[in-house]
């Protein structure tokens, strides 16, 4: 096993102990800010002596990995609300398409190829494709779980959602 294989190995376990880490860290400061009436108590007081700059270094270690674990989270949290904001910004056919899948409370919608709206929200991150075809001209799009959530919660971000389905609907029939 190379270095390299050995050091992602180990960088994916790290990071997924996030938790294990916080709790190394809080212990670590518990063991070296433990009042020594405290330690005494609790007969910690000789490890906590003679392991001093052991314990320092883990619990520094620690919560260096803690925050460094971090980082996936915070980003993943700042791309889900820079996807939100664009709920602000949608055209017409976008709304449309959207409070269809609301009014009939399914998150995947079948929409054609190409369809203009469907590639502006996915573009936005408010849609994406799913898997398999639906026919030769239509494709399933879904709306991501925390988009979907979003829109329940607050159904006036698309305004109003009833007429917007009955236009896409009629819209659909004029197709066709």
Request: proline letters at 3%.
């Amino acid at each position: 096993m190379s270095f390299w294989s050995w050091f992602k190995s180990w960088w994916k376990s790290l990071q997924a102990k996030a938790r294990y880490l916080f709790g190394v860290w809080l212990l670590g400061l518990l063991l070296l800010g433990l009042p020594v009436p405290w330690s005494d108590f609790l007969g910690i007081t000789t490890l906590r002596e003679s392991f001093r700059g052991y314990i320092g270094f883990v619990t520094l270690a620690a919560f260096v990995f803690w925050v460094i674990a971090l980082i996936p989270f915070v980003e993943r949290r700042l791309a889900r609300r820079r996807i939100l904001q664009n709920l602000r910004s949608l055209s017409d056919g976008e709304k449309r398409i959207l409070a269809y899948c609301l009014l009939h409370d399914q998150r995947t919608i079948a929409r054609e190829v190409g369809d203009p709206s469907a590639v502006a929200l996915c573009n936005k991150g408010l849609l994406s494709q799913a898997g398999g075809l639906i026919d030769m001209a239509k494709i399933p799009f879904t709306i991501p779980m925390f988009v979907w959530v979003r829109l329940q919660q607050d159904k006036s971000v698309l305004g109003n959602v009833e007429e917007l389905a009955r236009q896409l609907v009629q819209a659909e029939r004029s197709r066709w």
